[in-house]
């Protein structure tokens, strides 16, 4: 129990870690929470900050989660691995350093897919960059590439771990909640297609 516990908050603590805030603060002297959808994930540093503080968002969002998979394994095996996985997008997502207002954790939900399987990981960020590409829709291409991730890996790659599977399953729903205002823009036809800031 207390190999969970340990687990569980320095998954927590790492997902607190924000590229968003970091670099935001660090190039731009800016609170990006201040800007664009007030999100402090990858999209909306890539939107405000342009590509460079975009990238490195990405960067530290993926590492942060594969580091907390690691610590995972090594306490408690595969277990660790989903248990860091799930906790380490909550942190991201509502970091208590940062008064509950983080990202959507795509991008640590990333890191946890390439850790747990760097296979489906290429699958899921050729899915991303063809439905980006597509329909100039972030959010949509981050719903549906966690969403298709779980179905992936059950036919595609014989995935058949209880756990794992609904771990995948929770991440999916998580970046559905996260995306809420983003689901009713689409609905509505107003949804902000990608445009860079150089």
């Known amino acids: 129990m207390f190999k969970f516990i340990i687990c569980i ?3 927590y603590l790492l997902g607190n870690i924000s590229g ?6 660090l190039l731009f002297n ?5 800007y664009g959808s007030k999100n402090a994930g990858t999209t909306n540093a ?3 900050f342009g590509i460079k503080a975009g990238a490195l968002t990405f ?3 993926v590492l942060k989660s594969l580091l907390a998979c690691f610590i995972g394994m090594k306490l408690l095996g595969l277990s660790g691995i989903l248990l860091a996985g799930i906790f380490v997008v909550i942190g991201h997502n509502w970091p208590m350093f940062l008064n509950f207002k983080g990202g959507k954790g795509i991008a640590s939900s990333f890191g946890f897919i390439m850790f747990l ?3 489906i990981a290429i699958v899921a960020i050729i899915i991303f960059i063809i439905i980006v590409i597509l329909t100039k829709y972030i959010s949509l291409g981050s719903m549906l590439t966690t969403t298709l991730v779980l179905p992936i890996s059950y036919i595609f790659f014989g995935y058949r771990n209880i756990y794992v599977l609904l771990t995948f399953l929770f991440l999916a729903s998580l970046s559905i909640f996260r995306h809420n205002s983003n ?3 689409l609905i509505n036809g107003n949804e902000n297609k990608i445009k860079i800031k150089k």
């Open 9 to 11: 908050a320095i998954a």
């Open 20 to 25: 968003g805030m970091i670099f935001g603060k």
């Open 30 to 34: 800016k609170d990006i929470r201040d």
């Open 46 to 48: 890539l939107r405000v």
């Open 59 to 61: 960067i530290v969002d």
């Open 117 to 119: 399987d760097y296979k």
């Open 183 to 185: 689901i009713i823009r």
